[in-house]
């Protein structure tokens, strides 16, 4: 079995949605040239300055994070402008997460995605 490769991406001044394509295009192998979808074969990626991100027009303040428990009234918002106050990685993490396919892969694949403010 290869090694699997090291990949640092700089996050400053880069559109947050920019950087969750590239991270799960090199998280899922896809660039690789034997790249076969039922094989986890991705690199492992660290990416940084996330809190130096750049958001275009009022994202900031009209886009929210939501999540659900699955009970009545489990409905959870909060905006993004609270989570990058409290916690930049977060919000890259929920990209990433939402962005990757919904299989047996998705939680190892983010277990190899390091993220630092």
């Known amino acids: 079995m290869e090694q699997r490769e090291h990949i640092t991406i700089d996050a400053t001044d880069k559109a947050i949605g920019r950087i969750a394509t590239q991270v799960v295009i090199l998280l899922m192998g896809k660039n690789r040239p034997n790249f076969i979808a039922r094989i986890d074969a991705g690199a492992h990626v660290r990416v940084t300055n996330v809190s130096k991100v750049k958001f ?55 277990k190899r995605l390091i993220i630092e403010k």
């Open 56 to 110: 275009t027009g009022k994202k900031l303040d009209q886009k929210e994070i939501i999540s659900h428990s699955w009970h009545p009234g489990g409905l959870k918002r909060v905006p993004l402008k609270r989570v990058m106050e409290v916690d930049s990685r977060k919000a890259l993490a929920h990209a990433v997460s939402k962005m990757l396919p919904r299989n047996t892969h998705r939680a190892d694949r983010m």
